[in-house]
């Protein structure tokens, strides 16, 4: 990310969008999905490994699709430095 001042200023990315994957999270937030409680190793529910492997999967297809992917498939303009 750039900062650039004055009147056409504003940031901009530097980095090369093909390269940067759409999302980096976590898979693990701690927050169990049925109820407002902590879920975890120690006492999850029924839902929690389901829940996992899914968050997983989709982390996996998101990271393989980069910023510029996805404003192709989205038809969106991403502006380029
Ligand atoms: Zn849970």
Redesign the pocket.
């Known amino acids: 990310m750039r900062s650039d001042p004055g009147p056409n200023g504003g940031y901009s990315l530097t980095v090369d969008l093909d390269e940067v994957s759409v999302i980096e999270a976590p898979t693990d937030s701690g927050q ?4 407002n ?1 902590s ?1 975890d190793e120690a006492g ?5 490994v389901p ?1 996992l492997r899914g968050q997983i999967q989709l982390l996996q297809e998101l990271s393989a699709t980069s910023v510029a992917d996805a404003a192709l498939l989205d038809n969106v303009e991403v502006a380029r430095s």
Not at 32 to 35: E, P
Not at 44 to 48: D, F, G, H, M, T
Request: hydrophobic letters at 40%; glycine letters at 0%.
């Open positions: 169990c999905v049925l109820a409680r879920c999850p529910c029924a839902l929690r829940c």
